[in-house]
């Protein structure tokens, strides 16, 4: 955690490296991750829509809180249909999103 504070990482490498530490201690130091999302988070905001890979931080931000915080989910993933449709430079023309959706014995799936 210490070098992805200090160090001389791009915003975008300190966003994955966040959201990944957050999936990898949300079952043994849930409020670790919590922080960990939190952060990762910040980090991706300080970006803004300058940068046209700002809109696809947000979704591994969303992954992380799936894991982390299932609660929160629809909240992180709402943030990154908003930061793709603010975002100046970024068409989603490369992209794809896939959900998948378990609710009481029942599953669904769309690409």
Do not use: C, Y
Not at 14 to 23: C, E, M, S, Y
């Amino acid at each position: 955690m210490e070098l992805i504070r200090t160090g001389q990482f791009a915003h975008v490498q300190k966003v994955r490296l966040l959201t990944t530490g957050a999936k990898l201690l949300a079952k043994s130091e849930n409020e670790q991750a919590l922080t960990l999302v939190d952060l990762a988070a910040t980090e991706a905001r300080r970006i803004g829509g300058l940068d046209p890979d700002s809109p696809g931080l947000s979704l591994p931000i969303a992954n992380a809180t799936l894991v982390v915080n299932r609660a929160a989910v629809w909240e992180a993933m709402s943030e990154a249909v908003k930061a793709a449709n603010s975002a100046e430079n970024f068409g989603g023309e490369d992209g794809q999103l896939s959900f998948s959706m378990t609710i009481k014995g029942m599953s669904w799936s769309a690409n």
